[in-house]
């Protein structure tokens, strides 16, 4: 097993490919932690909070959207789930650059 912080580095910022392309934010890191988690060190670990945020931030989303006809909520919950979606993948690739362990909000534990 080899130390490569920039490829962990590059798998939290490939989740900005979402807001470049509309799609490759779940698909890249899901195909990165899926070919390297048993060649790079601690790649298995950031890649699954990688994927369970990914996915969190998925079923948000889908909870939104009836949101939006029912009340008016879902534009706001919507616009802060962007927010973290953008923010928490650039903090967590400065993190994961010092070896640190990701830490994202409100993520569920699909993958453990």
């Known amino acids: 097993m080899r130390q490569d912080n920039q490829l ?3 798998t939290h910022l490939s989740q900005l490919l979402t807001f470049i392309t509309g799609f490759g934010g779940l698909l890249v890191p899901l195909v990165i932690w899926l070919t390297q988690k048993d060649n790079v060190y601690a790649m298995d670990e950031q890649g699954k909070h990688i994927l369970n945020f990914q996915l969190s931030m998925l079923i948000y989303s889908i909870i939104c959207i009836p949101l939006i006809l029912a009340l008016g909520l ?8 962007c927010v973290l979606s953008f923010i928490y993948p650039i903090i967590n690739a400065i993190r994961a650059s010092h070896g640190k362990t990701p830490r994202y909000p409100l993520s569920l534990n699909f993958i453990s």
């Open 74 to 81: 879902g534009i706001l919950g919507l616009f802060i789930l």
């Open 8 to 10: 962990i580095v590059l």
